[in-house]
């Protein structure tokens, strides 16, 4: 069975930092792009970033509202993937999901395989 | 940056019914690279369609999807009890940021 499973969510202050971790298993982990999706609490969805596999040299993509604050990284002989945080803002308070990205067909760079979430809440 | 909005924001209708949902590019949407979800409350979303058309593995037949450029539309022939959700479409591809429309809620009439 292909499973994403995150961990690490919890609460950290203004300004801290905190590392995701996201357990795949059930495929070839090291074929496939990967991406981290955050969702506020009642709100909708919203793209992180991405970590491309090693035939494309592990390229990143992030979006606007974290970039120089967050660090996407992979580890193949572990199937994990993992999102640094670092200098956190309320507005970063949001369920955080790990995604496949499709690399088959028509179906390549889809957002095909989700995980359940870890929850971030940035509080003082 | 490519913005969807999607439209209505709530639907509300019965069982049996259908279901016609509209995603709106600002811009061309290349490839079709335009792909819709389900979410249901505390669950993670799935994916329904791809390609703007595609079916997703084990995705029922009564859902569709077609459009291109910049109008699109998923369709549920007739509505099941389990198909009242969030639904969201998303531009995707490789050319960042993969944007999300807000969402429209179905709801139970």
């Known amino acids: 069975e292909v499973q994403l499973v995150e961990s690490g969510g919890g609460l950290v202050q203004p300004g801290g930092s905190l590392r995701l971790s996201c357990a795949a298993s059930?495929?070839?982990?090291?074929?496939?792009?990967m991406d981290w999706v955050r969702q506020a609490p009642g709100k909708g969805l919203e793209w992180v970033g991405r970590i491309k596999n090693k035939a494309n040299s592990y390229s990143t993509q992030y979006a606007a509202s974290v970039k120089g604050r967050f660090t996407i990284s992979r580890d193949d002989s572990k199937n994990s993937l993992y999102l640094q945080m670092n200098s956190l803002k309320i507005e970063d308070t949001a369920v955080y999901h790990c995604?496949?990205?499709?690399?088959?067909?028509?179906?390549?760079?889809?957002?095909?395989?989700w995980g359940q979430g870890t929850m971030v809440t940035v509080s003082s | 940056e490519i913005v969807l909005t999607q439209s209505p924001g709530t639907l509300s209708l019965s069982p049996g019914e259908r279901a016609t949902l509209s995603c709106r590019a600002s811009q061309s949407v290349g490839s079709n690279y335009l792909a819709w979800f389900q979410q249901k409350p505390g669950q993670a979303p799935r994916l329904l369609i791809y390609?703007?058309?595609s079916r997703a593995t084990g995705i029922p037949d009564r859902f569709s999807g077609s459009g291109s450029g910049t109008d699109f539309t998923l369709t549920i022939s007739r509505l099941e009890p389990e198909d009242f959700a969030v639904y969201y479409c998303q531009r995707y591809g490789d050319s960042p940021p993969y944007t999300f429309g807000q969402g429209t809620k179905l709801e139970i009439k």
């Open positions: 059930g495929f070839t982990f090291s074929d496939h792009y």
């Open positions: 390609g703007a058309s």
């Open positions: 995604v496949r990205i499709g690399l088959v067909g028509a179906a390549t760079r889809a957002f095909d395989v």
